[in-house]
Antibody
Framework: QVQLQESGPGLVKPSETLSLTCAVS?????????WGWIRQPPGKGLEWIGS???????YYNPSLKSRVTISVDTSKNQFSLRLRSVTAADTAVYYC????????????WGQGTMVTVSS | DIQLTQSPSFLSASVGDRVTITCRAS??????LAWYQQKPGKAPKLLIY???TLQSGVPSRFSGSGSGTEFTLTITSLQPEDFATYYC?????????FGQGTKLEIK
């Protein structure tokens, strides 16, 4: 079955760059879906960060656009998130997820990874 | 950005009850509306997409309806495992946005 798994450091220092990878198994990342990153600060709601297509086409949340880069590596069947100049406000659980082929939902989610920004 | 407003934000109900959660969009979203259930420490789980289509494997006591700017999630005959937080999301226009969530608690 399709599985997504986030990986990356759980602790990042303020002003540094948060880097996460989402490994996709059971499905080719080139099969026509968009893929996305969503985050959730402790005790708060969900925020869409951005999405990417296997061709490299990206869409970002304007609130984060100046600091975010999402990339895809089709040879490794994975996609990645980089968030620059982090602050404590970027502390959150970060999820990767698959968008349905019809573009109307995130149907498969990773388990999420907690990233804390602290010195 | 399209704002999604869920009501209520908190809901207290009993096993066996029927509950309805509303999601209002600040502009039309062409039924690109999804509903998710999230339990503590877990990733959101897709329940409903395209406003009213039940995701495979989701119990039929969950249903979605609505169009334009007003949408509802209904759960008939609440089960103990349904007590969770529910989010709506619009995927019609970037940036995708979520409602603030509705926490469903046991009365």
């Amino acid at each position: 079955q399709v599985q997504l798994q986030e990986s990356g450091p759980g602790l990042v220092k303020p002003s540094e760059t948060l880097s996460l990878t989402c490994a996709v198994s059971g499905y080719s990342i080139s099969s026509g879906c968009y893929w996305g990153w969503i985050r959730q600060p402790p005790g708060k709601g969900l925020e869409w960060i951005g999405s990417i297509y296997h061709s490299g086409t990206t869409y970002y949340n304007p609130s984060l656009k100046s600091r975010v880069t999402i990339s895809v590596d089709t040879s490794k069947n994975q996609f990645s998130l980089r968030l620059r100049s982090v602050t404590a406000a970027d502390t959150a659980v970060y999820y990767c997820a698959r968008v349905t082929l019809t573009g109307d939902a995130f149907d498969i989610w990773g388990q999420g990874t907690m990233v804390t920004v602290s010195s | 950005d399209i704002q999604l407003t869920q009501s209520p934000s908190f809901l207290s109900a009993s096993v066996g009850d029927r509950v309805t959660i509303t999601c209002r969009a600040s502009q039309g979203i062409n039924n690109y509306l999804a509903w998710y259930q999230q339990k503590p420490g877990k990733a959101p789980k897709l329940l409903i997409y395209a406003a009213s289509t039940l995701q495979s494997g989701v119990p039929s006591r969950f249903s979605g309806s609505g169009s334009g700017t007003e949408f509802t999630l209904t759960i008939t005959s609440l089960q103990p495992e349904d007590f969770a937080t529910y989010y709506c999301q619009q995927l019609n226009t970037y940036p995708y946005t979520f409602g603030q969530g509705t926490k469903l608690e046991i009365k």
